[in-house]
C-alpha cells in the first residue's frame, strides 16, 4: 500500500495564478483532510471530508476549494494564489472507526 | 486563547534523560489526544493516542490525561538523539476534527 501520496512535492507559483493539489489514498478510508503548516507552527485545518461527496470548512478555508473526487481522491485548489498562501500543506486520511490521521507526504507551495 | 497550547521551546535534555512535553486544551468536548512527532521536512507520524485519564505507556513513550486539568503530557525516557523532533500535540471531538497546538521542538544533545 502507497498510503496517501501527495502532488506535487515542490511548486512555484506568481501571485494570482491557480493550481490544484492532488491527494490520493489507497486505505479505504472515509475521512480526508487538507492542512497547511506554517514555518514554527502547527497544522491548520483547511477542508475535510468525512466521507464521499460531503466537503466542509476547517479553521482557514478563505482563498480554497476541494473537491471529493471519490473516496480515494481529495483535491486542493487555489484559484487565485497570494503569497500568504506560501506554506507546506499536508493531505491526511482516517479511517471511521479511529481516530488516528495518516498524513502524506506534504506539498511545498511558494507564491511570489 | 489557541484551543491546543504546547509549553515554548525548544527543549534541550541529554541523551538518557527524561523529555516531557506538556499541552493543555480548551474544549471539553474533546475525547481523543494525540503526539504526533514531525521531523524536519517531513509529515507528522502519530507516536501515542490516549483516550481515558491516567497512564499509557508504549516503549520509552509515556503519555498522561488529566481531563479534569485539561492536560495532557508525553514522557520519553532514556531519550535518544534520534527523537530530536519536533512533538504536535493534538485533541478531537467525535465530530473526528483534530486541533493541533504549534508544536515543541526537541533537542536531544549527545
Known amino acids: 500500500n502507497a498510503g496517501v501520496t501527495q502532488t506535487p512535492k515542490f511548486q512555484v507559483l506568481k501571485t494570482g495564478q491557480s493550481m490544484t493539489l492532488q491527494c490520493a489514498q489507497d486505505?479505504?478510508?472515509?475521512?480526508m483532510y487538507w492542512y497547511r503548516q506554517d514555518p514554527g507552527m502547527g497544522l491548520r485545518l483547511i477542508y475535510y471530508?468525512?466521507?464521499?461527496?460531503?466537503?466542509d470548512k476547517g479553521e482557514v478555508p478563505n482563498g480554497y476549494n476541494v473537491s471529493r473526487l471519490n473516496k480515494r481522491e481529495f483535491s486542493l485548489r487555489l484559484e487565485s494564489a497570494a503569497p500568504s498562501q506560501t506554506s507546506v500543506y499536508f493531505c491526511?486520511?482516517?479511517?471511521?472507526?479511529?481516530?488516528?490521521?495518516?498524513f502524506g507526504p506534504g506539498t511545498r507551495l511558494l507564491v511570489l | 486563547q489557541k484551543e491546543v497550547e504546547q509549553n515554548s521551546g525548544p527543549l534541550s535534555v541529554p541523551e538518557g534523560a527524561i523529555a516531557s512535553l506538556n499541552c493543555t486544551y480548551s474544549?471539553?468536548?474533546?475525547?481523543?489526544f494525540f503526539w504526533y512527532r514531525q521531523y524536519s521536512g517531513k509529515s507528522p507520524e502519530l507516536i501515542m493516542s490516549?483516550?481515558?485519564?491516567g497512564d499509557k505507556e508504549d516503549g520509552r513513550f509515556t503519555a498522561q490525561l488529566n481531563k479534569a486539568s485539561q492536560y495532557v503530557s508525553l514522557l520519553i525516557r532514556d531519550s535518544q538523539p534520534s527523537d530530536s523532533a519536533t512533538y504536535l500535540c493534538?485533541?478531537?471531538?467525535?465530530?473526528?476534527?483534530?486541533?493541533f497546538g504549534d508544536g515543541t521542538t526537541l533537542t536531544v544533545k549527545p
Open positions: 491526511a486520511s482516517k479511517p471511521t472507526n479511529q481516530e488516528t490521521q495518516y
Open positions: 486505505m479505504n478510508h472515509n475521512s
Open positions: 471530508s468525512a466521507s464521499e461527496g460531503t466537503t
Open positions: 474544549d471539553r468536548g474533546s475525547q481523543s
Open positions: 490516549i483516550y481515558s485519564n
Open positions: 493534538a485533541s478531537s471531538t467525535n465530530a473526528g476534527k483534530s486541533t
